[in-house]
């Protein structure tokens, strides 16, 4: 069964502050693994990919644990624009069906 | 610059008629997809096209059918034997199966 989950949130965190969050899959052949963001009403855009080693992107840094089954984002110096939803996604491979999303994590930084 | 148009942005349908989402992308991308989106929902898989001319269900396909007639097209059709269309539709492709994907800037569709 395919399944990944998110904590909905809403996470509120105060500007200049570091947030981090994570998102569990289900299948433990999953290959593929990405953050989106996605703004109120508009389509989401990808963030990063999630690499074995890690991935760091300026103030983003996105990590996979396999053993534990769940990739996590961190966000440092957070600001004010960074408040979205951020969604992640998990190719599970032997298949041409893509990526399976979670339902989002609700962040809000507030000033 | 490539990327992936939606049309119409906002489309309002009475019941028992059929309406055609348009998609069509310049990245020179293999596979597309359809997803709905729903308040709390996340998105949802409705059909996806890896090649010209092939596309399979998704995890919701009922109600809605697809085309793949050109590369660069996948059109979706919500038809009336969709009971609860109201919702956000994004499509989305990628170059190839396990890639990231881009998304278009949707269509919300609402029943009249």
């Known amino acids: 069964r395919k399944e990944v989950e998110q904590d909905p949130g809403p996470f509120n965190v105060p500007e200049g502050a570091t947030v981090a969050f994570n998102c569990t899959y289900s299948n433990s052949a999953s290959q593929s693994f990405f953050w989106y963001r996605q703004d109120c009403r508009k389509e989401p855009k990808l963030l990063m990919s999630?690499?074995?080693?890690?991935n760091e992107d300026g103030r983003f840094t996105a990590q996979l644990n396999r053993a534990s089954q769940y990739i996590s984002l961190l966000i440092r110096d957070s600001k004010l624009s960074d408040s979205a939803t951020y969604l992640c996604?998990?190719?599970w491979g032997g298949g041409a069906d893509g990526l399976t999303f979670g339902k989002g994590t609700h962040l809000i930084i507030q000033p | 610059d490539g990327g992936i148009t939606q049309s119409p942005k906002y489309l309002f349908r009475k019941e028992g008629q059929n309406v055609t989402l348009s998609c069509e992308q310049n990245?020179?991308?293999?596979?597309m997809y359809w997803y709905r989106q729903d308040p709390g929902q996340g998105l949802r898989l409705i059909y996806y096209?890896?090649?010209?001319?092939?596309?399979q269900k998704g995890d919701i396909a009922e109600g809605y059918s697809v085309s793949r007639e050109k590369k660069e097209s996948f059109p979706l059709t919500v038809t009336s034997a969709q009971k609860n269309p109201t919702a956000f539709y994004l499509c989305a492709s990628s170059i190839q199966e396990g890639q990231g994907y881009t998304f278009g800037s949707g269509t919300r569709l609402t029943v009249v």
């Open positions: 999630v690499y074995s080693s890690g």
């Open positions: 096209s890896q090649i010209v001319n092939d596309f």
């Open positions: 990245l020179n991308h293999d596979a």
């Open positions: 996604a998990v190719n």
